[in-house]
């Protein structure tokens, strides 16, 4: 079961207008050509704020037409986005990591024969084969990126190149993460702040992965710093990694 990474809602008067707001405009589409409804984002996760939106998606049967205005509305002042789709088609089609993780964080409100829970437990979960090669490829290319290519960098003399390695190589560290707690990866936006709430985690994470994000001057004694700090999660990990995919990271490597 993917885990759910809520947020404390900063306006929590807002949150439950927009709650009931959510509400009042599915409540109508409780009819027999609705297959069941779904709430996603700031709603369920609990970070409604002014500069958030009512996410609602909306299943329905072949043929069906709901009669909606339009894609994006506004409700008491707050805009309702509605998701459409036609059941049989997201059956059949097939669904990328972004919409998965997005469902998991969701909350069903209408289901009355259960078909939507059945499709989001056959589309949403991380397979065995995904996660498998999120702990290989996330091992490998996050030392590729901030451990050999900052290097590379230096000795081409071009210092701004070497630290912007560490983007990319963040994001590689970020899958391994979630794929060693079997979870879906989040946006890049959510990242971050979803990973500090994770079960298996580098000692200190908060800690260390602040040391590697700050950056005090374009230099090539910050670049080392910066990559101590993060080589020091990496080793931490590698034994992991290599334990849940039976491989040492020299045959890892050669894989990815």
């Known amino acids: 079961m993917n885990p759910t990474f809520s947020i404390r809602s900063s306006d929590p008067a807002l949150l439950e207008k927009a709650i009931r707001v959510a509400d009042?405009?599915?409540a109508p589409f409780h009819r027999a050509e609705v297959a069941g409804i779904v709430y996603l984002g700031a709603i369920v996760r609990g970070y409604y704020d002014p500069e958030a939106d009512i996410d609602i998606a909306i299943f329905t049967r072949s043929g069906a037409q709901l009669g909606l205005p339009g894609q994006f509305l506004r409700v008491e002042g707050l805009e309702v986005h509605?998701?459409?789709?036609?059941?049989?088609q997201e059956a059949r089609g097939e669904w990328d990591m972004p919409k998965?993780?997005?469902?998991?964080?969701?909350?069903?409100?209408?289901?009355?024969?259960?078909?939507?829970?059945?499709?989001l437990a056959e589309k949403v979960p991380l397979r065995p084969d995904e996660r498998r090669w999120l702990l290989m490829s996330g091992l490998a290319l996050s030392e590729w990126y901030i451990h050999r290519l900052t290097h590379l960098w230096v000795q081409r003399g071009?210092?701004?190149?070497?630290?912007?390695?560490?983007?990319?190589?963040?994001?590689?560290?970020f899958d391994?993460?979630?794929?060693?707690?079997?979870?879906?990866?989040p946006d890049?936006?959510?990242?971050?702040?979803?990973?500090?709430?994770l079960e298996r985690l580098p000692e200190r994470f908060r800690e260390r992965t602040e040391e590697v994000l700050v950056l005090h001057a374009l230099t090539e004694q910050e670049l080392e710093r910066r990559e101590a700090a993060f080589m020091g999660m990496w080793r931490e990990l590698c034994p992991l990694v290599e334990a849940e995919v039976g491989l040492s990271f020299e045959k890892i490597n050669e894989l990815v």
């Open 82 to 88: 509605v998701h459409t789709a036609d059941l049989e």
């Open 100 to 119: 998965r993780w997005t469902f998991a964080q969701g909350r069903i409100e209408y289901d009355p024969q259960g078909e939507v829970a059945r499709l």
């Open 176 to 185: 391994l993460l979630f794929a060693l707690n079997g979870a879906l990866v």
């Open 24 to 26: 009042d405009f599915a």
């Open 158 to 173: 071009d210092l701004v190149s070497a630290h912007d390695m560490f983007a990319p190589g963040l994001k590689c560290f």
């Open 188 to 197: 890049v936006k959510w990242r971050y702040y979803c990973a500090q709430q």
